[in-house]
């Protein structure tokens, strides 16, 4: 994710400041003209790292330092031996910084107790508030959608699986999961990991010899076929599909989709129904649908924070009203979560 810099340049210095949310782990890295020229790992909040030394594409050598706190991120640029003036200018004209967050060591599937799962998202709410009290409006737009984003992947990974279709009777529940798989392209891999689990040696021998047949796909209703059997119990079959959709590919499940058939929208209602859009279209803050913010505040977010040459301001009201609708939206969610775990809501 790349985040946004105001740099100055003093005696020779480089130093800023800019957005990031981290605990720390996340690579730092250097750009020259968009290429890396070095990473260092983000140190946890209020620590300064140690300097580290890194050279330029002229062959001039710097050192470098940053620090964090739970909002921004700091840095000074000390450079240490210039032999090339002109290539200075051009690395002080021509650099850039980003935090890349995919090496991050953490399980993002990591299984979450219901407290866990709620203290962590009253902390990123505290952070949202954090922000709009110190003026930063803009940022504290990115914080709700982040929020929400998290809060949402959090209860698909953190549901007992026997919580997954519970709202589905057995003759519904063929149905809901062919939609399910059909609508993310998961039929093959859904046949694989049912027949990996099954005794019926004539069933295993009809979809081997279909699968052979190169030119013929194994479509919706091949799977029709085998969840016909009665082969599978109903905990198999969910089983299955909770195993493959948490585990075949992570990047299968977005969390920040609100609209068509893949939103986490249709995500949360189909899995556990939790019907987060017609609360959203029933509920308001100030006159306006909460749907109306939440369709608002996701494709906001991805401008502020990847439109470069987006100017976008907002006022203290607009961004209470889009902190508010968040809270009323996330509260929806968490009394449907825990009545699912049969626990009184926190």
């Given at each position: 994710?790349?985040?946004?810099?105001?740099?100055?340049?003093?005696?020779?210095?480089?130093?800023?400041?800019?957005?990031?949310?981290?605990?720390?782990?996340?690579?730092?890295?250097?750009?020259?003209?968009?290429?890396?020229?070095?990473?260092?790992?983000?140190?946890?909040?209020?620590?300064?790292?140690?300097?580290?030394?890194?050279?330029?594409?002229?062959?001039?050598?710097?050192?470098?330092?940053?620090?964090?706190?739970?909002?921004?991120?700091?840095?000074?640029?000390?450079?240490?031996?210039?032999?090339?003036?002109?290539?200075?200018?051009?690395?002080?004209?021509?650099?850039?910084?980003t935090i890349d967050d995919r090496a991050v060591d953490y399980d993002p599937y990591e299984y979450l107790s219901p407290d866990e799962l709620i203290t962590g998202h009253k902390r990123r709410?505290?952070?949202?508030?954090?922000?709009?009290?110190?003026?930063?409006?803009?940022?504290?737009?990115?914080?709700?959608?982040?929020?929400?984003?998290?809060?949402?992947?959090?209860?698909?990974?953190?549901?007992?699986?026997?919580?997954?279709?519970?709202?589905?009777?057995?003759?519904?529940?063929?149905?809901?999961?062919?939609?399910?798989?059909?609508?993310?392209?998961?039929?093959?891999?859904?046949?694989?990991?049912?027949?990996?689990?099954?005794?019926?040696?004539l069933c295993i021998k009809i979809i081997r010899m279909l699968k052979n047949i190169k030119y013929l796909q194994l479509d919706r209703q091949h799977l029709n076929y085998l969840l016909k059997?009665?082969?599978?119990?109903?905990?198999?079959?969910?089983?299955?599909?909770?195993?493959?959709?948490?585990?075949?590919?992570?990047?299968?499940?977005?969390?920040?989709?609100?609209?068509?058939?893949?939103?986490?929208?249709?995500?949360?209602?189909?899995?556990?129904?939790?019907?987060?859009?017609?609360?959203?279209?029933?509920?308001?803050?100030?006159?306006?649908?909460?749907?109306?913010?939440?369709?608002?505040?996701?494709?906001?977010?991805?401008?502020?924070?990847?439109?470069?040459?987006?100017?976008?301001?907002?006022?203290?009201?607009?961004?209470?009203?889009?902190?508010?609708?968040?809270?009323?939206?996330?509260?929806?969610?968490?009394?449907?979560?825990?009545?699912?775990?049969?626990?009184?809501?926190?």
């Amino acid at each position: 994710m790349v985040r946004f810099w105001v740099s100055s340049i003093q005696d020779k210095k480089i130093s800023g400041a800019g957005f990031a949310l981290t605990s720390g782990g996340e690579d730092f890295l250097i750009l020259q003209d968009g290429g890396i020229l070095e990473d260092l790992k983000v140190p946890p909040k209020n620590i300064m790292s140690n300097p580290r030394e890194f050279l330029d594409r002229d062959g001039n050598s710097y050192t470098i330092t940053i620090k964090t706190n739970s909002i921004e991120i700091y840095w000074e640029i000390v450079p240490k031996k210039i032999v090339n003036e002109i290539g200075y200018k051009q690395f002080k004209n021509n650099m850039g910084f980003t935090i890349d967050d995919r090496a991050v060591d953490y399980d993002p599937y990591e299984y979450l107790s219901p407290d866990e799962l709620i203290t962590g998202h009253k902390r990123r709410i505290e952070w949202s508030q954090d922000l709009i009290d110190s003026g930063m409006y803009e940022v504290s737009v990115i914080m709700n959608v982040s929020s929400l984003e998290t809060l949402i992947r959090d209860i698909f990974t953190s549901t007992d699986i026997h919580l997954f279709f519970a709202h589905v009777n057995d003759g519904e529940l063929n149905n809901e999961i062919l939609k399910f798989i059909k609508n993310y392209g998961l039929v093959s891999q859904y046949i694989d990991k049912l027949l990996h689990i099954s005794n019926n040696k004539l069933c295993i021998k009809i979809i081997r010899m279909l699968k052979n047949i190169k030119y013929l796909q194994l479509d919706r209703q091949h799977l029709n076929y085998l969840l016909k059997q009665k082969i599978f119990t109903r905990e198999e079959k969910i089983s299955a599909f909770v195993y493959l959709v948490k585990n075949l590919d992570k990047n299968i499940i977005d969390f920040q989709q609100i609209r068509g058939s893949k939103s986490y929208l249709k995500l949360l209602k189909s899995l556990f129904d939790i019907d987060v859009q017609n609360f959203a279209q029933s509920e308001k803050v100030n006159k306006k649908c909460l749907k109306d913010y939440l369709f608002e505040m996701y494709p906001l977010r991805h401008k502020l924070i990847h439109g470069i040459n987006e100017h976008i301001y907002l006022n203290e009201q607009i961004a209470k009203d889009y902190f508010e609708a968040t809270n009323k939206i996330s509260n929806f969610i968490f009394k449907k979560f825990h009545n699912m775990h049969g626990r009184e809501v926190i």
